[in-house]
């Protein structure tokens, strides 16, 4: 069993190391993939919008090789979705402290040798969709787009097997762009 200590790190931290690479265009494949093996676990007759995010579907930007999906649904459905990510190996963090959605990682040590695939289970008006207007804005801004790959280099150099302090150390320079991204929304 996996289990965080007092400050906040996993116990398996030494076996899943943040990893930056470079910008692999079969990302755009692995995702596409993957979002039709979802699609054919789960009952067809429970309707579910997929979308790729995070870094990997930001062509240019340097990632972790993990391809984050995420999935709406109304909740009503989530036990089920949940119960056939789990039949394709997807482990479910269970005790996930966000109630507005459930995640679920596939390859996690102990139970793969890496992780590949993170999937984001919540309601398509949720809070969370707003990371779709993180990647268009900087699939569509260099600059930003640089600054912000720069960062995570810098941060998974310090924080290797600290996926906290990996992610808050994001949060301030997220805050920024998400602000331009908003702007440019409206433009």
């Not at 494949?29 to 979802?38: C, V, W």
């Not at 207007?133 to 995570?152: G, I, N, V, W």
């Amino acid at each position: 069993m996996i289990t965080q200590d007092e400050n906040g790190r996993w116990s398996n931290h030494a076996e899943d190391i943040i990893d930056i690479v470079p910008y692999d265009r079969r990302w755009v494949e692995q995702f596409a993939d993957e979002r039709r093996a979802i699609r054919d676990c789960v009952d067809a007759a429970i309707p579910l919008v997929i979308e790729h995010f995070g870094s990997t579907a930001i062509p240019g930007a340097a990632a972790k090789p993990i391809i984050d999906i995420m999935i709406g649904a109304d909740r009503r459905h989530w036990p089920a979705t949940i119960q056939a990510l789990k039949r394709m190996a997807y482990v479910h963090w269970e005790d996930n402290p966000d109630a507005d959605r459930e995640f679920l990682v596939k390859g996690m040590p102990p139970f793969g040798t890496r992780r590949t695939h993170h999937v984001h289970i919540n309601e398509v008006s949720g809070p969370l969709w707003e990371r779709l207007l993180f990647r268009d804005y900087l699939q569509s801004h260099a600059e930003d787009r640089s600054a912000y790959t720069d960062l995570k280099v810098s941060l998974a150099v310090e924080y290797p097997e600290d996926r906290e302090a990996y992610t808050r150390g994001k949060d301030a320079l997220v805050a920024e762009i998400m602000a331009r991204a908003r702007s440019w929304r409206c433009a």
